[in-house]
């Protein structure tokens, strides 16, 4: 089967690439891949996105999108991509399923997973106490302390950006020695309402429902201490799911797509990027859309200019 465009992920970026697409009247499909709708839904309840005053479900957001991608005609298939053979056109998509799919344009939105801790009852508490982003729902423990692990440049912003709202800030980290730049450290430890848990190690989530505490290791005495917390903010990095691409399409050193400019383009005509899988910095669901919204303007371009 022949597609104007094959999308390989369905987060927000991908759905809002089919959406623009099959306004133009193109013709595409989206590879949904390990995780159908990416890391939004994750998220109970989104409250930063355009058109919901009253907040909505992650999970109920990528359905709205998914159902008004399919209004302009997308198609999903659950699958995972294997291999790309990027010197023919058309493409040519190979699939876990072994079934082959040509496309005469690619637009990567595969997003970057976050990475956890894999504790004991980690997992189950993901959007109920345990989140991977300070920034979509650091709001919601307004006057409530929080943990954030890490040690890096990361969890030094994210405890810094928390303190807006959370009364107090731990910071956990297993080693003596913290990894973040003297000036991301030296802006923590200038904060009053940040505390440290230095040379312990996360053993296992506390929850009755939703998070109440932390188990911890003291990494000198090997004794495991409780720590009551009403949020858990695991900060050790994200992993852009770029694997599959193989050696063709650029990357930067984390992993990233390059795109040109403020462009969709990657160094491969006909291949496009959007949302988290190029952005390590902004990392939102607004951000995706619109960067979504750009890879199908760009292919749209591309199949003009090349009379396909």
Not at 55 to 73: C, H
Not at 103 to 122: C, D, F, M, P, W
Not at 185 to 199: F, H, P, S, T, V
């Amino acid at each position: 089967m022949l597609y104007d465009s094959v999308i390989i992920g369905s987060g927000p970026a991908g759905l809002t690439a089919a959406i623009y697409l099959g306004r133009a009247g193109l013709k595409s499909i989206i590879i949904n891949g390990m995780e159908p709708g990416g890391q939004l839904t994750t998220t109970t309840e989104v409250e930063n996105f355009p058109g919901f005053p009253e907040g909505i479900d992650g999970s109920q957001l990528i359905e709205n999108i998914k159902s008004q991608a399919k209004k302009f005609g997308a198609e999903f298939l659950q699958a995972q991509v294997k291999e790309i053979e990027y010197n023919e056109r058309p493409f040519k998509i190979h699939l876990d399923n072994k079934n082959i799919i040509e496309a005469k344009t690619i637009i990567v939105s595969t997003g970057a997973s976050a990475r956890y801790l894999g504790i004991e009852n980690e997992k189950e508490n993901i959007g109920r106490g345990v989140s991977a982003c300070a920034t979509c729902d650091g709001f919601f423990y307004r006057g409530k302390e929080v943990v954030v692990i890490g040690g890096g440049d990361t969890a030094m912003e994210e405890a810094t950006f928390l303190t807006r709202f959370a009364t107090k800030v731990t910071i956990v980290h297993r080693r003596d020695e913290l990894r973040a730049s003297a000036i991301m450290q030296k802006r923590a430890k200038d904060n009053e309402k940040i505390a440290w848990k230095l040379n312990y190690t996360p053993k296992k989530v506390l929850s009755d429902g939703k998070v109440t505490g932390i188990e911890l290791i003291n990494n000198k005495t090997g004794k495991t201490e409780v720590l009551k917390t009403d949020g858990i903010f695991v900060a050790i990095g994200r992993n852009p799911n770029t694997k599959f691409l193989g050696n063709a399409v650029e990357l930067d050193k984390s992993g990233y797509i390059l795109t040109k400019g403020k462009s969709s383009k990657t160094n491969i005509p006909g291949i496009f990027a959007a949302g988290d899988v190029c952005d390590a910095r902004y990392q939102q669901a607004i951000v995706a859309s619109g960067n979504g919204a750009i890879a199908a303007l760009d292919a749209e371009e591309y199949l003009v200019e090349h009379s396909l």
